[in-house]
Structure formats: C-alpha cells, structure tokens
T-cell receptor, first 114, second 110 residues
Framework: ETGVTQTPRHLVMGMTNKKSLKCEQHLGHNAMYWYKQSAKKPLELMFVYSLEERVENNSVPSRFSPECPNSSHLFLHLHTLQPEDSALYLC?????????????FGPGTRLTVT | AQSVSQHNHHVILSEAASLELGCNYSYGGTVNLFWYVQYPGQHLQLLLKYFSGDPLVKGIKGFEAEFIKSKFSFNLRKPSVQWSDTAEYFC????????FGTGTRLQVFP
C-alpha cells in the first residue's frame, strides 16, 4: 500500500487528445514531483512543487502543464502529445525545507500516445 | 553536471548467490544517497539511505550499502539473494534535487 496514489494507471491517447493525470498524497508532505520514466534512461525530473508553488521546471515542453491546487494533489495536463512522450509518469512527494529528504513514489501512469 | 552511474545494466544470479551492484556519483559536496527498488508491476520503494554517520547502512530485506567518499561510490550488497529479489534497482543522489541512475535489472533464478 502506498501513501501516493495515481490515476489512471493506464492511458492511451491520440496526438490530438487532451487528458489529465492525477496524483494524491496522504503523507502530510509539502512537496510533490512529476517524473518521466522511459526504458533505458534515468528517471527524468519534470516538475517540482513546494507549498503549491512551482519551484522547478526542467525544460519540459509546454504540451505538459502541471497544476498543484493544494499540497495533497498534483495534476499533469496533457495536450497534443507526441509518440515519444509514451512512458511511465511517476508522481512523488516529500517533506521540503532544506534538510535531507527522501521521496515516496506512486505506482505511475503508463501513457501510450498513438 | 551532477550525475549518477550504474554500471551493471542487467545482472542474472542464482538463488543464494551474493550480490553487489555498483553506483557512482559525480558531485564534490555533501550528498545524500539512496537505493530504490521497483518490483515488477509495483511502485518505486526506498531500500536504504545514507545521510551522514556510519558509512555502512542497512536497509530492508537484508540489503546494505557502503558509502566510500574517496571513490564517490555507494554500492549495494546482499550476501544471499532470493528469487523475490528480482526487480529493478535504482541508485539516486540528492544534492539540491534527486538524480537517478539508469537502473540495474536483477533476475534471480531458483
């Protein structure tokens, strides 16, 4: 059982569709993250939110749009994606505030862009 | 740029064999180190972590890792693997953000 949940677990979308990924954390953390996991590549950090403010955007294309309405919820809005965007998208959460911290991950959303 | 290297991409072992997975990081300052595991179909879970103090850290399920500062290494070890250890293992280093290696896929055969 994980304290970080993600929905949907699987998503197939066309290149012209608009969809959203949802993440919810039940751990009382104040930082949330989106990562992209592709085969044979390191996890790529996409976005970081701390106290609901975006603190990092790792040169992610604008077709990915994050939203963090509160410290427990994080969304990733998708539109006009490309086939190379197919990957496992992971959400994570942690405490945040200058000290060492570990991140807790959700199960991921397996995205396929057709 | 900061990076984490895992040199073993795919490791195949028989049960009861000993395991050592290599991890090297490139960062000269204070760094926190982690090993995460991803079992088939499951989410990433923390195996163990090093922040400071004793460089030999013990984690869950009999895993341990040794931080060797002079070698910029944080290798993962287990003296006797089990079939249930079949998974993908990721080393990560945290300076101002968490940076992951490419992962090592471990297959353990009965």
């Amino acid at each position: 059982e994980t304290g970080v949940t993600q929905t949907p677990r699987h998503l197939v979308m066309g290149m012209t569709n608009k969809k959203s990924l949802k993440c919810e954390q039940h751990l009382g953390h104040n930082a949330m993250y989106w990562y992209k996991q592709s085969a044979k590549k390191p996890l790529e950090l996409m976005f970081v939110y701390s106290l609901e403010e975006r603190v990092e955007n790792n040169s992610v294309p604008s077709r990915f749009s994050p939203e963090c309405p509160n410290s427990s919820h994080l969304f990733l809005h998708l539109h006009t994606l490309q086939p190379e965007d197919s990957a496992l998208y992971l959400c994570a959460s942690s405490s945040y505030g200058g000290g060492p911290y570990e991140q807790y991950f959700g199960p991921g959303t397996r995205l396929t862009v057709t | 740029a900061q990076s984490v290297s895992q040199h073993n991409h795919h490791v195949i072992l028989s049960e009861a064999a000993s395991l050592e997975l290599g991890c090297n990081y490139s960062y000269g300052g204070t760094v926190n180190l982690f090993w995460y595991v991803q079992y088939p179909g499951q989410h990433l879970q923390l195996l163990l972590k090093y922040f400071s103090g004793d460089p030999l850290v013990k984690g869950i399920k009999g895993f341990e890792a040794e931080f060797i500062k002079s070698k910029f290494s944080f290798n993962l070890r287990k003296p006797s693997v089990q079939w249930s250890d079949t998974a993908e293992y990721f080393c990560a280093a945290n300076t101002d953000k968490l940076i992951f290696g490419t992962g090592t896929r471990l297959q353990v055969f009965p």
